[in-house]
């Protein structure tokens, strides 16, 4: 081989390196951009969750009724009170939570959603309560209680006098639902050092010294951890798995004592199609098709962001339209194409088509 071609074939080896390494460095900034875009979305749901719930709490601890039946230890009432609360919460607010009341010897006193724990005392499994009574401080937190839950804990208090506890209790539908949205899965790992205090997760699937505490959770993302394990993404915060992304992020309590891990997972296709509009994924996962799917479709089919369209816009977005709108924007094009002549129905498609070579007739 002459020198030439020597130089000429070092040279192109050093290119080659140089583009793979460009490659996997770009895609690694990338990738690092969708952590972070994801991070700051569940913090930005679970701080909502939190104002939520404290607000709730606040309420009902100034209920002076509700009081009334604690200090008279009438559990019905309690009971009742709950419940008609959380009915007009639900009708005026769309919010579904749960709610309970405890004593100040920690035996729960009523609960919204069923009422056959009343008179059990969970003391043990509270220890953040125990503190509470103490310092009369409200807290608001993810907690390991019986499960693992996000509670804002408000102490009930009469004439200076501390009655009990009342807690508005949240799990993780609501951010799995969010996530869902955008077709990225989620996992709640508690920590197997919490296990004594959350009974209620004894038979919920494990991976490594965690243990799965939301029921949407993902069989197959479970099985793929469960194989892999989960040291690496716990230490650096990312896992690239065969065919998805593991994100994961330490949930703390009050304390800063760290509980277990939130994990989103997203596919590699959906990876793939992020990365076509980079500059603009901030603000499309802030105003993600679904949601505005949701928030006019869904909620009032009277708005209709298709009712206004005209016959050449529908065309024009037959094929980019999702495939869960499909059924409701084929039915809304037939409709409207129908108005139309023979010779209009041409004209129409021939603008809609004019990158297109088009041959035949036009039925």
């Known amino acids: 081989m002459k020198l ?32 972070v875009v994801l991070i700051n979305l569940l913090d930005k749901q679970i701080e909502e969750e939190k104002a939520k719930a404290f607000s709730f709490a606040f ?17 019905t009432k309690g009971y009742e009170i709950l ?3 959380m009915k007009t919460l639900e009708t005026f607010s769309g919010s579904k939570v749960r709610t309970q009341i405890i004593s100040k010897d920690f035996i729960i006193f009523a609960r919204s959603w069923d009422n056959s724990d009343a008179g059990l005392n969970i003391k043990k499994y509270r220890p953040d309560l125990v503190q509470m009574l103490q310092t009369r401080i409200p807290h608001l937190s993810f907690e390991a209680a019986r499960r693992l839950v996000l509670i804002a804990s408000i102490p009930i ?47 919920r699937p494990r991976i490594g010294k965690t243990i799965v505490a939301n029921e949407k959770a993902n069989i197959n993302h479970i099985a793929y951890l469960q194989k892999v ?13 065969d065919k998805h992304f593991y994100f ?31 500059e603009e994924l901030d603000t499309f996962f802030t105003y993600a098709r679904k949601d505005l799917y949701h928030s006019t479709i869904n909620r009032n089919p009277s708005i209709n962001i298709y009712n206004n369209l005209t016959s050449k816009s529908l065309l024009l977005l037959k094929e980019s339209v999702h495939e869960e709108d499909r059924a409701a924007f ?33 039925k």
């Open 248 to 278: 994961s992020k330490a949930i703390l309590n009050t304390k800063g004592q760290n509980l277990g891990s939130f994990i989103l997972i997203l596919s590699k296709k959906k990876i793939k199609l992020f990365s076509a509009f980079e």
């Open 330 to 362: 084929e039915e809304k094009l037939r409709q409207q194409l129908k108005d139309h002549t023979h010779e209009e129905m041409v004209s129409l498609l021939l603008d809609a088509n004019s990158n297109k070579i088009s041959r035949g007739k036009i």
């Open 59 to 75: 309420a009902l601890s100034q209920n002076e009724t509700l009081q009334t039946a604690i200090q008279n230890n009438n559990t």
């Open 83 to 85: 419940r008609r609360y």
């Open 157 to 203: 208090i009469k004439d200076n006098e501390f009655i009990g506890f009342v807690e508005v209790i949240q799990r993780f539908n609501y951010i799995e639902d969010y996530f869902t949205n955008y077709e990225v899965d989620f996992l709640a790992l508690l920590d197997e050092e919490y296990e004594d205090q959350a009974v209620l997760l004894n038979k």
């Open 229 to 241: 394990g989960l040291k690496k993404l716990l230490e650096q915060g990312v896992l690239e798995g």
């Open 4 to 35: 030439y071609q020597k130089y000429l074939s070092f040279m192109l080896i050093i290119l080659f390196i140089t583009i793979v390494y460009f490659y996997f460095q770009n895609k690694q900034m990338f990738i690092n951009r969708v952590n």
